[in-house]
């Protein structure tokens, strides 16, 4: 699986747009890129997965760049509550296992 | 509710003490996986079943042994604990196919801490 670049750290003010950018510039054809967040020692949650196309939950969006060498994950309006370590990985869909980095901590204050 | 339950949440062994961390999973997922988190570190698989009566090691397997029991349950057992399996432990489900519209991918229990004294 390609191998992902995060910043180690972002912070937020509440209310505002978080943008977490992330770098998988050796990623191939058939790799998705998925989001996860893990909140202080809670197990990680899933967050949004794409492989293309921009993808949108009730949770995030997820842009994807045309050449699928970076993206963001977008938290329209980040709360306390979204203080969190976000992942960025990428892997091909089937019966490929998650590798987790050591993410980007972003930290929303008021 | 549906989810991945683990047990038990907290544990303190000695050195050379055996135990085993259960999971379990209410989803029907096919695949189950076990990973380690360090401090200030990112989660390492340590073994993974892709499903039913399959396990496969993973990138830090040695001292660990690990039993699918059904489609529901993969526990992890430590032989003999050492100190450098003190960390938090988390057990993972998922379904995952093609990637698509309908992989949501995997799904964490809350961890078992263990300190191993």
């Known amino acids: 699986d390609a191998k992902t670049t995060q910043p180690t750290s972002m912070d937020c003010a509440e209310g505002r747009a978080a943008n977490l950018p992330c770098n998988h510039s050796?990623?191939?054809?058939?790799?998705?890129v998925y989001w996860y967040r893990q909140i202080h020692s809670q197990g990680p949650q899933y967050i949004i997965h794409?492989?293309?196309n921009n993808e949108t939950n009730e949770m995030a969006s997820l842009i994807i760049t045309e050449d699928r060498k970076s993206s963001t994950l977008i938290l329209p309006h980040a709360t306390l509550r979204d203080t969190a370590v976000y992942y960025c990985?990428?892997?091909?869909?089937?019966?490929?296992?998650?590798?987790f980095g050591t993410g980007t901590r972003l930290q929303v204050t008021l | 509710n549906a989810g991945v339950t683990q047990t038990p949440k907290f544990q303190v062994l000695k050195t050379g003490q055996s135990m085993t961390l259960q999971c379990a999973q209410d989803m029907n997922h096919n695949s189950m996986y076990w990973y380690r988190q360090d401090p200030g570190m990112g989660l390492r698989l340590i073994y993974y079943?892709?499903?039913?009566?399959?396990?496969d090691k993973g990138e830090v397997p040695n001292g660990y042994n690990v039993s699918r029991l059904n489609k529901r349950e993969f526990s992890l057992r430590l032989e003999s604990a050492a100190p450098s399996q003190t960390s938090v432990y988390f057990c993972a489900s998922s379904n995952i196919g093609t990637g698509g519209s309908t992989d949501y991918g995997y799904t964490f229990g809350s961890g078992t801490r263990l300190t191993v004294v």
């Open positions: 990985i990428v892997r091909v869909g089937a019966a490929s296992k998650l590798t």
């Open positions: 050796t990623i191939s054809g058939n790799e998705y």
């Open positions: 794409g492989l293309k």
């Open positions: 079943s892709a499903s039913e009566g399959t396990t």
